[in-house]
């Protein structure tokens, strides 16, 4: 009863605020307003925060303009801009966090870019790219993962605060874009030729990707890393020698870590099954 008085109560302050921003003003834009705890109460805030949604907002074009320049054949640009999009993404919830600017808009906001940049992009490029010629299957195959990318990001949102942070269920849905985004990108840089071989291939590989996203493997999420902390020299190092490598081979390093972390969620599950039946056996032998 008493939070629902807070947040009566923050209501009737924030109508008595808003004077002429109502409906019947003249330009019929209202102030984003959201329930927010402070100090132990339930109040209304009103605006969003800039920094952090601005970073969600690049992702997003830079995912629509991945859209057109796919359409267009221009599957280079579109491989650019899927990483962009996909290193704005990683960058908007790290400054939420460190400036202490979370919000219920922001997560929602950035879960809708995620739709828009690593589902329906990676799924109309590679259609473009190859699995047109399919005809029904093509666009089954692409739907198949615009389908998975929109389940695993709603699992994400519900199961946020109640799985392991230290890992995400199901591949991230950046990876599967950059997974099957990045091999659109190395083909069309060694002018791979379409052929029907070819298209079967992608459409099996994007809906297997896009299996892997609603799938139950756990991956290793890095949010144990603190950049704040110091690390060995050497660790330096490698990273410094890590951005040579991928500045001159773009395509194919980022291709092959993709690929790599792809496969740990399947190869760390299949390890530990093999561990528990060992160590079962040798219970059973001991008995």
Known sequence: MK??????????????DNGESGPDSLFPID?????????????????IYLLPNLLTLGAMFAGFYAIIAG?????????????????????DGRVARMTNTQSAFGAQFDSLSDMVSF?????????????????????AASFIFISCAAL?????????????KRFFVGL?????????????????????????????????FTAFVGLL???????????EIHFKGTVPYVVFLMAVILLVVIAQYP????LGMCLFYALSGPVISLYRLSSRKSEKSDTGDGA
């Open 3 to 16: 939070d629902e008085k807070d947040v009566e109560t923050a209501y009737n302050e924030a109508e008595e």
């Open 152 to 164: 695993r990001l709603a699992r994400f949102n519900v199961q946020l605060g109640t799985v392991d």
């Open 119 to 139: 589902g329906v992009a990676p799924a109309l490029i590679v259609f473009s790219w190859a699995l047109s010629s399919l005809g029904n299957a093509g666009w």
């Open 71 to 91: 359409m267009n054949g221009n599957f280079n640009a579109a491989g650019w801009a899927i990483l962009i999009a996909a290193i704005l993404d990683g960058l």
């Open 251 to 254: 395509h194919e390093v980022l």
């Open 213 to 223: 996203m609603i799938s139950n493997y756990r991956y290793y999420s890095f949010k």
């Open 172 to 204: 991230q849905s950046p990876i599967a874009a950059g997974l099957v985004t990045f091999v659109v990108w190395v083909a069309y840089k060694y002018q791979v030729e379409v052929t029907w071989g070819v298209s079967v291939m992608a459409a099996v």
């Open 31 to 47: 102030e984003h307003e959201e329930i927010v705890s402070q100090d132990g109460k339930k109040v209304r805030r009103k605006g």
